[in-house]
Structure formats: C-alpha cells, structure tokens
C-alpha cells in the first residue's frame, strides 16, 4: 500500500508538470515583448525626434523599471512571473514535492527575491553585453583606436572570448531543456533552479483562491495610518501593473506579429512588398540649439568648416561630413547634427571620389 500511494503521488506530480512546449512557450513570450516594444519606440522618435528621442535612448532601462513593476506584481500576487500566469503556471519550492502551496500564498522571501532579481535583471545585463559586444566590433572595424594600443588589444581579446562564452550559455539552457525533456530534471531553465523553484500547473483550487482574493482585497477596514499608507501604495503600484499586464495580454499575439514581421528572415520580403521612391531631402531643418548650418561650400563639412577630410555620408539624413567629426558625433549624440534624426554609428556611409 505504502508504495501504491508513492506510486500515486509521483503520478499525480507528474500531471502537473508543464510540458517542455508550455515551458518554452512562456519564455519566449517576454522575449517577444521587447523587440516589438523596442520598434514602436523607435518609430516614435524617429517620426519625432525632439519630443520622443529620450525614450529611444533610455529604452532598456524604462523597459525593465517597468518589467521589475510587473514581475513584482504577479510574483506576489499568483507565485509566477508575468508569462507563466499567462500559461496557467505558477512556482512552488523545491522542496516542496508532494504538497504544493496555493498561488497565493506566495513564495518564501528568499525564493521571491532570487526570481524577481533572475527574471529581470539577467536579461537586462545580458542585453548591455550585446549592445557593448556590438560597440566594440564596430570601433574595431572602424579602427578608432591605434593598432598597438593596450585598450584595443583588450577588447580584441575579448570580442574573440565572447562567442565561446555565449556558447556555453545557451549549451546550458539547452542541456537542461534536454534533461527536462527526457524527465532527469524538474525544471527546463537553469534560472528556475538558481531561483531555487519549479514550475507546476494551476489547480483548481488555485484558480479559486485567486479570485477570492481579488474579491477580498477592499475588505479591511480598521487599520492605522501607516498601514493604510502602505496598502494605498500597493495598490497604486498594483494598479499600475494590473493596467500594464491587461495591456500586454491585449496586446501580445499583436506583439509578436510585428516581432515576426521586423525580423530579419522577412526583410527581404518587407522590401519588395513596401518599395517606395526614395523621399527628397528634407525642406525644413531643425536649426535649433546643436543643429549645424549647412556651408554655402559643398564641399566643407557642417560641424568642423573646414574642405572634409574622409568624406563621410549619413544615411539617415544624405548630409556629408568628415569621418572624424560625424563618428565623434553621432556616437556622443545618436543623431544627425543637421537634421536631428536618430542616427547610429552604423549608418555611416564612406564616399569615394573619382580621383581616389
């Protein structure tokens, strides 16, 4: 009897356990978010730069003050992150194997913490990596620093680490999705086991318990000062996550067609299905406080008024500078210096003279 009722218990553990499609699902559906989030903020300062350049510029650290607001939130509230909620998931300690707390009861603080900080703050460092792995290959192309100098042998040695260390991470996730799979591990995510959790379905019971909850929550009427403080804070915060979860459950699946639709497999297709004439130059320029005015000579550059040295074109704009002076430029600014469109470093374009 006593190893039937093991044998049941391991069997009703097993029915809970998230499928590896449900697991993955989860996760790439915040990876989906940001990409399609980050290109609506770029149209919007692209179409205007005054007014909306500085979302563009502090895009990741907006997006994960936000993400530590929402994760926080759900956390709290159902034991699961944003996305596994979505997915009807929720996470229980390792520990506990065969009696599984409600969603809400929440996890315990030292579990709360390792997944609030894992659930934002790696992807967030991991994204300053890349963004600082993509600076560094591109002021090598562009050879700004002498040959022999210290810092570019530096960064040289480690843009060649990079690859091999980013291999070693994804082999990670991907050794433990197949332990996963093949029911060796009870979790998919190396994260998960860092957290010190493990994703299971919700119950029924726990479906009740949360609506319960979201009915009981206006029902405490005699309180002191501070505590009243204190829950018109959490409900401000959880208002405002509650706004931005509904917002997003909304708005996902559009979400991710516009990150399928802007990924790179399709731009081929985007460009012969959205082909347009090549707009004129632009009639009214921003001539305000930065904003270089246009030489009367065409062939001196607008930032430094000298005949342009390494004749330098900006995409974005068409305007023609020296290369020195619109890489110091655009790295310190992200923006054309006539036009005040947003611009990267990438959209330098090297002009070649006949005579050269």
Request: glycine letters at 4%; a positive charge; charged letters at 20%.
């Amino acid at each position: 009897m006593a190893e039937l009722g093991a044998h049941l218990t391991a069997a009703s553990a097993g029915d809970d356990r998230p499928s590896i499609f449900e697991a993955v699902a989860q996760d790439s559906l915040m990876a989906a978010v940001k990409p399609a989030l980050q290109h609506l903020v770029k149209v919007l300062a692209e179409s205007n730069p005054g007014r909306y350049s500085f979302l563009w510029r502090w895009f990741d650290e907006i997006y994960v003050l936000l993400d530590l607001l929402l994760q926080q939130h759900y956390l709290a509230r159902c034991s699961a992150s944003f996305s596994e909620n979505f997915y009807s998931l929720k996470r229980i300690p390792l520990r506990d194997c065969q009696q599984q707390p409600l969603a809400t009861a929440g996890l315990p603080k030292k579990q709360h913490w390792r997944s609030l900080l894992l659930l934002v703050l790696v992807p967030y460092l991991k994204g300053k990596l890349e963004k600082l792995v993509s600076s560094l290959r591109e002021e090598d192309e562009y050879s700004i620093h002498p040959p022999s100098s210290s810092w570019k042998r530096f960064y040289r040695a480690f843009l060649a680490a990079y690859p091999f260390v980013n291999m070693t991470w994804e082999g990670w996730f991907l050794i433990q999705q197949l332990c996963y799979i093949l029911g060796k591990a009870q979790h998919h995510s190396p994260m998960l086991r860092l957290a010190g959790v493990r994703l299971v379905r919700l119950t029924a019971e726990d479906i009740q318990a949360l609506e319960k909850k979201l009915a009981g929550a206006t029902s405490n009427q005699t309180q002191s000062i501070k505590t009243q403080v204190q829950s018109a804070v959490r409900k401000a915060l959880g208002g405002i996550a509650f706004s931005l979860s509904t917002g997003l459950s909304v708005s996902v699946f559009f979400l991710q067609f516009l990150d399928w639709w802007y990924s790179s497999e399709n731009q081929e297709t985007i460009k012969s299905l959205t082909a347009l004439p090549t707009p004129p130059p632009p009639v009214h320029l921003d001539q305000g406080a930065g904003s270089a005015l246009l030489p009367k000579l065409r062939t001196v550059c607008p930032l430094c008024r000298k005949i342009r040295v390494n004749a330098t074109a900006l995409s974005t704009s068409g305007f023609v500078f020296c290369y020195r002076c619109a890489y110091n430029y655009v790295k310190t600014h992200q923006r054309c210096p006539v036009t005040g469109y947003a611009t990267e470093l990438q959209h330098l374009v090297k002009l070649y003279s006949p005579e050269s």
